[in-house]
């Protein structure tokens, strides 16, 4: 499978624990993305990188949000002293740098519920 | 704040109808406007949109853009229970690569 995986599809965690979700992106794809879905709603986006750099982070993503890239490959994700509304599908994304398109291509995306 | 809007929320049909959802935009420099397909999974990418008035068509789903009046639709006829899914719409905007997406459309077709 040559897609975008992520790592774990599920996680269940009690308030205040720490959580880290990864995401390898499709080989070749410089650009990975990073967003939130809560029921109901679209995705929002969280962070971004360019290879290893992290170019762009949104006001959603508060200091206990983590995110890296460290060898322009594989991100993480962390999440500290998770709380309840942290709850939901975290997905990842990944793009070519490319002219003429902007296409992004999903991961299936990791579901965290937080007791 | 850029935001995107869809319209309607929620759509339920029968086999064989004809849907028309609609997406419409208020973006600062507006790059792009892309349709996904999501069926409890991941989003998947339909079509992707920059110049006005080019309809772009894949099989019974088709997608045109309005620049001037900042909305664009998809149709999608002949629907199937195949169909039934959440329609998102993303825009892109020049300077940044991040998605703006709407709440989407959840369609739901009926045999």
């Known amino acids: 499978d040559t897609g975008v995986s992520q790592d774990p599809r599920h996680k269940i965690t009690k308030r205040g624990q720490n959580v880290t979700f990864r995401c390898d992106p499709i080989?070749?794809?410089?650009?990975l993305y990073w967003y939130r879905q809560t029921l109901g709603q679209g995705p929002e986006f969280l962070t971004y990188?360019?290879?290893?750099?992290?170019?762009?982070k949104s006001r959603l993503l508060s200091d206990r949000f983590s995110a890296e890239r460290p060898k322009g490959s594989f991100s993480t994700l962390e999440i500290q002293r998770t709380e309840q509304g942290d709850s939901a599908m975290y997905l990842c994304a990944s793009s070519r740098l490319q002219t003429g398109t902007d296409t992004q291509y999903f991961g299936p995306g990791t579901r965290l519920t937080v007791l | 704040e850029d935001k995107v809007v869809q319209s309607p929320l929620s759509l339920v049909v029968h086999e064989g109808d004809t849907v028309t959802l609609n997406c419409s935009y208020e973006v600062t420099n507006f790059r792009s406007l892309l349709w996904y397909k999501q069926e409890k999974k991941a989003p998947t990418f339909l079509f992707m949109l920059t110049s006005s008035g080019i309809e772009k068509k894949s099989g019974r789903l088709s997608s045109i853009l309005d620049k001037k009046e900042l909305f664009s639709i998809l149709n999608i006829t002949a629907t199937q229970t195949g169909d039934s899914a959440v329609y998102l719409c993303a825009v892109v905007t020049s300077g940044t690569y991040k998605y703006i997406f709407g709440t989407g459309t959840r369609l739901k077709v009926l045999a």
């Open positions: 080989s070749e794809h410089n650009r």
């Open positions: 990188f360019q290879n290893e750099a992290q170019l762009e």
